[in-house]
Each structure stands twice: as structure tokens, then as C-alpha cells.
């Protein structure tokens, strides 16, 4: 293979090599008096947009009722077959709701299909992305962590409002 | 095909059959064509407007118009198109109109996902509501404990209230108000009172009648686990479609089958499935302890140790079979005890009557009738059957043969016979001719002429009807006037008729009356008339059993046959012996035994008393084969693996044999090794292993998903219980698999698990599987008939007529009453058929209870053989003097025998 020929050779400042040095110091420099970027996280939080796509979580309504009329379009809109539904019978006007409704967190790939395919906006993809399980168990989410109240889903059902 | 045309749909031209209407033959091109109203067993009215197409007068013509395909009769030479932007318009347009009153709540309603109306809604691209006013809302109703009424979600296309009134003669479920305020339901809240109202859930194209145990435990059509079944409540063996999810039977569905129950099935049928859910169920072997006389619970292996430990010190093995267990069960247990030991668990007289109506069939030169020839029959003679409740689909066939011959008379005013409307408005309430014959009123009374008498009189009637054909059947004499009267009546229409028909059956214990309708058959036979002659038995394997090489005796022969020659071990195989003799007789049987065996899958009588009991699995977990009346032999198969201690009849025995040392049944592994054993060893069955594809059945290498492809969960259904997913079971008895993945075409028509296509989620779907519609699957229709009727030999008659019945003074004559909720063993497990069993009772006639003072409800005390029973009375009309209507098989109710006397006191 033919050495590729470089487009320029050195200069002589750059073959000199310490005025150049001086030059990435002297950057150094002025950063370090710029405001900083980084995020320190996780002693700081990252509060994503209403756009981000974050765990699914199921819509709490004020009075503590989940929306979910357990319908079944998200278990079967999801490409993982993560969800699974079992509706059961209720008083309430909704006349269904899930009985038990779990993900399984090891197989969710934030697709946001279930978001997108409920008739009555009560899964949507929230703010929270720190999924850490220390064993395999802990990763399959049932109604106890998934349901979140609404006052905390605000910002992505309006987010949905506006741009679904 | 009679008569055939050509035809240009959308500039191709097809030859179809010409004597059916555009609509049908588009669907049997496997076109798609929206529809509503229209439904291929209730031919067109045309009230829709949904199946609208543009018709060319010539190829000059552009412009074209639009008709109803449903009501264009078929001419040579017609050019249509589906696909003319103004038809497709239209029909975007009326759906549009049926939209704006129905409610957007598909997600909680149950008929989603499976909704000819989401089809219809999205074949026609109608996707935007542009109207912006108030929904119109009702008030529901309760229908009772099957059916879910939301008023709501109706299209007004008038398909239930066809199928309720014109189709199934339902009498209390109307159409009500005007305009845009239309109501289907009945007069006022109430149980549905026709016993085939369940088909509403299929017949409606959207979900204003949904199926209430299902709605119980619902799961989408999509998630569910199907598999190809036969009902067993009965023994016409209708064709089922079995539906699972976690290990719990969710719903049955009608299997179309041509040749047998085609689009519905009856009540009892579609809502006594739950009894394979019922707290009852034996889920897991039992052994009893010596002690304590209590169950404890066993895995299947120390099971199997524990009963080869039972069987090693006994002599003598008696083996109890079932006509509710398969072919394959009780020949595995035939093969074990052998011939001599094997009983059928019937009672003597019934294997008697049903042995009788085999050989009949058999060696006569009658044929024997599926259900679709009964419809197609003119004439009708019922013999002592009372058919809604003994064998309910052939009473809702009766109900469509009443009308061949009214429809003949559409002909002359070239009324195509599909015009529903038009036909019914020219034959009005006219009726074919039928004639009943029973000691009770039947449902099927209204459309048919009725002989009120008890089985003697009914026997001598068709004996009198058999003389009038050929001498060769003995004269009556003495009859009465009525008798005369009727028989002059009943022959003159069998004269006339094209297609005529005989149904008898067991159900009055009467050999006679069984004779008497095989005497009618032969008898218009030989004088060169054709006849069919159906028979119904008790279950739904009963005709299986009788064509076994067995010794067909039954429980009495075996408590006959130990007093001679004892025996110390009892195997009972899916048989509550308490159902089938009396209770102290079964007591010492039972108690004769060392060791008592049973294997069954609900708790009864007989299992409560067994030493181990073997958890076998239902029709719903178990693969299987069943012969129905009619002599057809059809497969079911399991719908979900219920794990290693619930396992078929035919597994257990086979494993309990190979623990017994007998290593030559070793090599029966699966169904086909059974089924392959059982036609060589009973050539009867000869081909009963090719009614279904062989277990290495394979398209394109792939089995048959039990699953339709998008079940959902599987990641996550188990995996509360443990996170790595399970291996999914495997079916090593069929070419069904029970996971989704496998071949996504349509199987065998033997094997189908669901009816699904694109863009036909609803059972409508069952339109692309057949070769045309209303007529047979591609491939043909499963089962395969065993018997065939012998022509060219003179066929035996048979002379013995009974005498008239008389009435005796004080005492009175035993007949039974069935009820189609209540009468079954398994069905009244299920809790919305319990709803609707009766509680016991005893029927007396008006006239005899006017004599005694009696009243209706009152208790009073009954003496039969030896005991006395108190139980309140019912009142009936039409019951004969001297005869006392005992119902049969309800919980709570003594069993009285048929045909026996007993007598009253007043309570």
C-alpha cells in the first residue's frame, strides 16, 4: 500500500512543538473559566424534555383510579411482546380495568408503540430513565410501579396533546 | 355447480354459479366485498347498503350504476365493478352513516378486534367522523347469563332479529321503534327464552351482543390459545373452536363445518365450556389415605407408583368405560383388562336401544343424515324425542327443513330463493309438514302437527304409518280414531315427499319406537321411495361405543357378573356410575373392590368414593377421537398443555399398563400409534387415523400455530412467576404447535385452530375458507361417515307391536323429561347453565292433577321403587292421563327409571 502523502507538511511553529503546547494549554485556560456543560450527574438530575422517552408508565387519575380500561392495543402493538394485560370488571364507568398489568422492563425498547396506540392516553412514556436492577425479578414492572399519578405525567400529555 | 354464467368483475371474467346472487359469488371469488346484513345462512334483504357495486349495461357502457350485489340475481354475461371510485364512495359514505351513532368505545367493548364493523370500517377507508352531533343512546337490557346487550353499538342491520324470529323460531326478542330510535332486545328485561341465542354474539356484526362468560374473563381474539374441538354435551358432535389463555378455558365458538352444525351451535354448547374451569376440576392425582378416608394430592409419578402397587396384588381387573371418553381412552382401557372384563358404563337398556338403532343403521338400507340433509329435508317424523333438549342443533335444523318446501312455491314467481324477504312474504306461515310425537309438548311444537301419547302409542303410530307403505310391517290393530286419522296423514305426506326423514332415539327406553321409525324407513324404501333415518344417543360418544368390539354390557351385567366371578380392582375411566344406576346397587359394586380406580376430571359421586383418582384431562386438554350420531368420526385436540399431572384418559392407562409390565404397549407413543392399534384392531374404524393430518404433518416445514400471529405478553405472561422464559410446549400428538410461529396460511380443514384472514378479523372470515360460501371447506369437510347404508338386501321388519298404553288406577307410568340446562352431567358445572337448570320436580298432567287437587308447586310425596320422595309438582297441558314426567340428570333430582310405575301420595 503506497504511504498516503499528507496535505501539508508541519509548519516550522508546529515543529517546534512547544508553541503548541502552549496553544492546547492556553485553551485549557479559557475553559476553565467558561461556565461548564457537564451535567454532575447523578448528585445533579437530568430533567429530559416533555419529548424524551422514558420508561412506560401508566396514567394514575386524581381520584387514584388508573385510565387503563385494559384494552390489550399495547400488548399487542409491542414489538418486545413485553406487556402483558388481564383485564377484569368494574363498577365505574370505564367498565374494565387491568387486574394486573406488567412489563417486563428487560425486554421494553422504548419505542413508545404503547404510547402511541392508546385510545385513552393511560400509557405514556415518562421522564424516568433510571432503570437499574440488581436482579432479573426486579425488572418485571407490575401495576405497583408502574402507576404514576397524573400531576407528575403533565408536561408529556401535554406534549402529546400538542404533537400526536 | 347447477347452473353456471360468466361474469366480468373489474374486467375479469370468472364462471360462477348462476343460481346465486352477486354478493355471495364475489365472496366465493374471494373478493372483498364489504357486507352487513347479509349473512350466508339468512340470505339477503338488502337493508344495509353496504355491498353496493357499479353494473355495466354492456362493454360500451362507462358510466354504469349502482346496485346491491346482495340483491342482484346472476346473468350471463354481467359486468360489474368492485372497484369503481363512485361504488367505493358510496360504501365509504353508508359506512360513514353507521358511524355517526356508534360509540368510539372499542377499546373496552368485546367484540374489538374481532368486529365485522372495524373490518367493514376499514376495507372502506372510512377513517374521519365529519359529524358533530350528539351520539343517540339506549337503555341496555339484561338477556340473562350469556349474552351482554349494548344497545349503543347497533348498525341497525337487522341480522339478529332475522336470525332470532325467522332462523332460530325465538319468539321473545323483537324489533322495536322508528327511524333513528330502532331497538333490538326484548319486551322487557329478561333471560333470552330460544335455546340457541348465543349464535347472536356471531351473527352480529359489531358488539351489541357479546358473550357474557366471556366478558368475565376476557381476553382479546388475538391473545388467545385456540384449538379445532368437538362439543361434547351432546351427541351430534358439533364442530368447536376451544379458546385458552393462562391455563383457563375462555370461550367456545362455532367451527363451520358443512357438513354438521355450519355457522351456530346450540347454548349449552357455546356456554357449558366452564365446567372445564370449575372449582371441581381435578387438577392433580389423588390418593386416598387408608386413615383419615381423605384425598391427599400426588405428582403424577408417585401417582403411577402408587396405583401399580394397587394393581400388583390384584387378581382380576374390571374395567368401566364411557361414552364421554374418546375411541382412544376406552380401547386403551379394553386393551388392558381385556374384552371379558371391559363394561360399557351405560345401563343395560340404553346400550340395548343404542346397540338396536347401530344395527339398524348398519345392516338397513336407510341412510343416516348429517345435519346440513336434515335441513334439506321435506318431511319429517320425530318419534319420541324431544329434540331441543335431547340433541337441541337437529330441533334448530328441523326448523329450516320446515321451510323446503314453502320455498318451492318462490319458484314459479321466479323469486331467486336467497331473496329472504320476498320469500318469506310469499310463504307467509306456511309449513313444510313435520309431525312430533311425544308424551310431552316440545318447543318444536308450533311448527308442527303433534301426537300427545306414551311410547307404546307412538310405537304403534309409526307402525301404522310403516304398514300403510308395505305389508312386510305388521298390521295394527285396534287402533283409535286419532291414531288412524294422523297415520292417513303422516303417509300421505311421506307420498309426497321429495327428501323425507325419520328421527327416533332412545331417550323414551322404548325398543318399539325405535322400531317402529326403522319400519317406516325400510318400509318406503322397499316400495321404492328413498328415506333417511336419524338416530340421536345419549352422548356424545355413544355411537362410538356401540360400534366398538366390545360385549356392550353394561352396569347391571356387571354387578351380575362379580356375584359370579370376583374381581378386586375397578378402573372407572370419565363415568359417574351414580348417573347411570341406582344408588345403593352402585354402593355394594363399589364396595366389592379392594381397590377402586378412577380417572375423570370433575369431582362426582363415583370419584369421591376411589382409592386414586387420576386428574384426566377435559375435551379442552386432551386429543381425542368422537363418533356422533350420525356415525362420523371427528377429531378434537387439545387446547393448552395443562402440565405433566393433567394428561389425556388414553396416557394414563397406557402408562399405567407399561407399569404393570405390559412392555408391548410401549410403543404406543402418541394419538396416531392409539388410533393406528384401535382400526386394525376393530376394522369398523378402518381410516379414522386420516381424518386429520398425521402428527408430522408439516407446510412448508412448519406446524399449524395454535396462535394467531399477534399474541401478545409472551415476554411477559410467565414472568411474574419466573423471569426466564419458559420453553413453550410441545405437541408431540398433532401438527398443531402452541405458539404463535408456524405457518401463516390456512390449514386443513380438519386442523383449523381459528378462522382469521387480512382484513377479516371477525368470524366472517370463515368466508375464505370455503370452497363457496355456505357450502364445504377447501379440502372438504372433516369427519369421515363409518356408516353407510347396505343397498340391494331386503331388509328386515320388525313385528313385535306393543300393546296400547293403559292407565292403571293410582299408579302412573315414568317418562322422562329432559332439559337441555340441566339434563347434562358436565354442562351444569358451568355456572351460567346452573343459572338456568331447574330445581326437581314431577310432572303431572292438568287433568290428572285436576283429579287429584292438586296445584302447581305444591309438594307431594312419590313412591318409587321402595323410597319415597317429596317434590313439588309442575302442571302440564298437553301430558297424556296416566303418565308423570320425571326430569332427568338435574343435581338434586333422585334418579327414577324410565318406564317404571309409581305412586302418589298428597303432601
Known amino acids: 500500500m503506497p504511504v498516503k502523502k499528507r496535505k501539508k507538511d508541519f509548519t516550522l511553529s508546529e515543529k517546534l512543538y512547544i508553541p503548541e503546547i502552549m496553544k492546547g494549554l492556553g485553551l485549557t485556560l479559557k475553559h476553565m473559566f467558561k461556565p461548564k456543560v457537564t451535567m454532575e450527574y447523578p448528585e445533579v438530575k437530568f430533567n429530559p424534555p416533555a419529548a424524551f422517552r422514558g420508561r412506560p408508565v401508566l396514567v394514575q387519575e386524581e381520584n387514584g383510579v388508573e385510565r387503563c380500561v385494559a384494552c390489550g392495543l399495547c400488548a399487542r402493538v409491542c414489538p418486545a411482546l413485553a406487556i402483558e394485560v388481564q383485564a377484569s370488571e368494574t363498577n365505574l364507568d370505564k367498565e374494565r380495568f387491568p387486574e394486573r398489568f406488567e412489563i417486563n422492563m428487560i425486554r421494553c425498547i422504548f419505542c413508545g408503540f404503547c404510547e402511541e396506540v392508546c385510545p385513552e392516553e393511560a400509557i405514556v412514556m415518562s421522564k424516568d430513565y433510571e432503570l437499574v436492577f440488581r436482579n432479573r425479578n426486579d425488572a418485571i414492572f407490575g401495576k405497583d410501579k408502574l402507576l404514576v399519578p397524573i400531576a407528575k405525567l403533565h408536561d408529556r400529555l401535554e406534549f402529546l396533546r400538542n404533537f400526536k | ?907
Open chain 2, 1 to 907: 355447480m347447477a347452473k353456471t354464467a360468466k361474469i366480468t368483475v373489474d374486467g375479469k371474467t370468472y364462471e360462477v354459479d348462476a343460481t346465486k346472487n352477486l354478493l355471495e359469488v364475489c365472496l366465493s371469488l374471494k373478493l372483498d366485498l364489504p357486507y352487513f346484513c347479509w349473512h350466508p345462512a339468512m340470505g339477503s334483504v338488502g337493508a344495509c347498503r353496504q355491498c353496493a357495486v357499479k353494473k355495466f349495461r354492456d362493454e360500451n357502457d362507462k358510466v354504469g350504476k349502482l346496485f346491491m350485489a346482495c340483491m342482484e340475481p346472476i346473468v350471463d354475461g354481467m359486468i360489474i365493478s368492485i372497484q369503481d371510485a363512485e361504488a367505493k364512495e358510496f360504501r365509504k359514505g353508508v359506512i360513514e352513516w353507521l358511524m355517526t351513532n356508534h360509540p368510539h368505545d372499542c377499546p373496552v367493548c368485546d367484540e374489538g378486534g374481532e368486529c365485522h364493523l372495524q373490518d367493514m370500517t376499514v376495507m372502506t377507508g372510512h377513517d374521519y367522523r365529519r359529524y358533530r352531533f350528539k351520539k343517540r343512546t339506549y337503555k341496555n337490557q339484561y338477556l340473562g347469563p350469556f349474552i351482554n346487550h349494548e344497545m349503543n353499538r347497533c348498525i341497525q342491520c337487522y341480522r339478529c332479529v332475522r336470525y332470532y324470529r325467522d332462523y332460530a323460531g325465538g319468539k321473545d326478542f323483537d324489533v322495536f321503534g322508528v327511524h333513528n330510535t330502532v331497538y333490538f332486545g326484548r319486551h322487557e328485561d329478561g333471560v333470552l327464552e330460544n335455546e340457541f341465542s348465543g349464535n347472536l354474539v356471531e351473527v352480529c356484526p359489531t358488539g351489541v351482543f357479546t358473550d357474557k362468560t366471556l366478558g368475565k374473563h376476557y381476553t382479546r381474539k388475538w391473545d388467545q390459545t385456540y384449538a379445532p374441538s368437538i362439543c361434547v354435551h351432546c351427541s351430534v358432535g358439533c364442530n368447536t373452536i376451544a379458546a385458552e389463555r393462562y391455563g383457563l378455558l375462555r370461550r367456545v365458538q362455532s367451527r363451520y363445518n358443512g357438513e354438521v352444525n355450519g355457522y351456530f351451535l346450540c347454548d349449552r354448547g357455546r356456554f357449558g365450556y366452564e365446567f372445564v374451569n370449575s372449582p371441581k376440576r381435578i387438577r392433580k392425582p389423588l390418593r386416598k389415605n387408608k386413615e383419615t378416608r381423605q384425598f391427599e394430592e400426588l405428582g403424577s409419578e408417585d401417582a403411577l407408583k402408587y396405583i401399580r402397587k394397587l394393581l400388583s396384588d390384584s387378581k382380576r381387573i374390571i374395567g368401566i368405560g364411557s361414552a364421554r371418553a374418546s375411541l382412544e381412552s376406552n380401547f386403551t382401557l379394553l386393551s388392558f383388562v381385556e374384552k371379558q372384563n371391559f363394561y360399557w358404563g351405560e345401563s343395560d337398556r340404553n346400550i340395548q336401544l343404542i346397540q338396536k338403532q347401530y344395527d339398524i343403521l348398519r345392516n338397513g338400507p336407510a341412510r343416516t343424515p348429517s345435519l346440513r340433509d336434515i335441513e334439506k329435508c321435506d318431511v319429517v317424523i320425530v318419534l319420541g324425542e324431544d329434540l331441543t333438549n335431547t340433541a337441541p342443533m337437529i330441533a334448530l335444523a328441523l326448523r329450516q327443513s320446515v321451510r323446503q318446501e314453502p320455498v318451492q312455491s318462490a319458484t314459479p314467481y321466479r323469486i331467486p330463493h336467497w331473496q329472504d324477504q320476498a320469500v318469506r312474504e310469499l310463504t307467509q306461515d306456511e309449513k313444510g309438514p313435520i309431525f312430533i310425537a311425544t308424551p310431552l309438548a316440545t318447543r318444536l311444537d308450533e311448527i308442527s302437527e303433534t301426537y300427545r301419547a306414551a311410547a307404546d302409542d307412538i310405537a304403534r303410530l309409526g307402525f301404522m304409518v310403516a304398514n300403510s307403505f308395505s305389508d312386510r310391517s305388521p298390521l295394527v290393530s285396534g287402533a283409535t280414531d286419532e291414531q288412524k286419522k294422523l297415520s292417513g296423514k303422516i303417509s300421505e305426506a311421506l307420498k309426497k315427499a321429495k327428501r323425507p326423514l325419520i328421527i327416533a332415539g332412545p331417550s323414551l327406553q322404548s325398543e318399539a319406537v325405535i322400531e317402529a321409525a326403522a319400519n317406516i324407513a325400510n318400509a318406503m324404501i322397499t316400495s321404492g321411495k328413498t328415506c333417511e333415518l336419524c338416530f340421536t344417543v345419549p352422548e356424545v360418544n355413544s355411537m362410538g361405543m356401540a360400534m366398538m368390539d366390545i360385549t356392550h354390557q353394561g352396569i347391571e351385567s356387571a354387578f351380575e357378573a362379580l356375584k359370579n366371578k370376583p374381581a378386586d380392582t375397578l378402573i372407572i375411566l370419565e363415568n359417574d356410575l351414580y348417573r347411570r344406576a341406582e344408588e345403593q346397587a352402585v354402593d355394594s359394586f363399589l364396595g366389592k373392590f379392594k381397590n377402586v380406580i378412577v380417572l375423570d376430571y370433575l369431582e362426582n359421586s363415583t370419584s369421591l368414593k376411589a382409592d386414586a383418582v387420576l386428574s384426566s384431562g377435559s375435551f379442552a386438554e386432551s386429543d381425542g377421537t368422537f363418533v356422533n350420531n350420525e356415525g362420523r368420526a371427528q377429531r378434537f385436540y387439545q387446547v393448552y398443555d395443562a402440565g405433566e399431572n393433567i394428561k389425556e384418559s388414553w396416557r394414563w392407562l397406557r402408562d399405567i399398563m407399561l407399569n404393570s409390565g405390559l412392555h408391548e404397549f410401549g410403543k404406543w407413543k402418541i394419538l396416531s400409534d392409539f388410533t393406528n392399534a384401535l382400526s386394525k384392531a376393530m376394522p369398523v374404524f378402518d381410516g379414522i387415523n386420516n381424518i386429520t393430518p398425521p402428527p408430522g404433518f408439516r407446510i412448508a416445514g412448519e406446524k399449524i400455530p395454535r396462535e394467531p400471529f399477534r399474541y401478545s405478553g409472551r415476554t411477559a405472561m410467565f414472568a411474574n412467576k419466573s423471569v426466564h422464559e419458559p420453553k413453550p410446549p410441545e405437541d408431540i400428538d398433532s401438527p398443531l404447535s402452541f405458539t404463535m410461529e408456524g405457518y401463516r396460511g390456512k390449514p386443513p380443514s380438519s386442523i383449523i385452530p381459528f378462522f382469521w384472514s387480512p382484513g377479516w378479523n371477525s368470524q366472517q372470515a370463515i368466508n375464505k375458507y370455503q370452497i363457496e360460501i355456505g357450502g364445504a371447506l377447501h379440502g372438504g369437510d372433516p369427519g369421515k361417515r363409518l356408516i353407510e347404508p347396505k343397498s340391494g338386501k331386503t331388509p328386515a321388519f320388525f313385528t313385535k307391536i306393543p300393546q296400547a298404553f293403559s292407565p292403571r288406577n293410582g299408579d302412573w307410568f315414568v317418562v322422562p323429561v329432559y332439559h337441555i340446562f340441566g339434563s347434562e352431567e358436565l354442562s351444569v358445572n358451568a355456572p351460567g347453565i346452573n343459572e338456568l337448570t331447574p330445581k326437581p320436580y314431577v310432572m303431572i298432567s292438568s287433568e290428572d292433577a285436576g283429579s287429584l287437587g292438586l296445584t302447581s308447586e305444591k309438594q307431594i310425596e312419590l313412591e318409587a321403587q321402595g323410597k319415597t320422595y317429596s317434590l313439588p309438582a309442575k302442571l302440564n297441558l298437553g301430558l297424556p292421563k296416566g303418565l308423570i314426567g320425571i326430569p332427568k340428570g338435574l343435581p338434586g333430582m333422585p334418579e327414577i327409571k324410565t318406564g317404571s310405575w309409581v305412586r302418589l301420595k298428597m303432601g
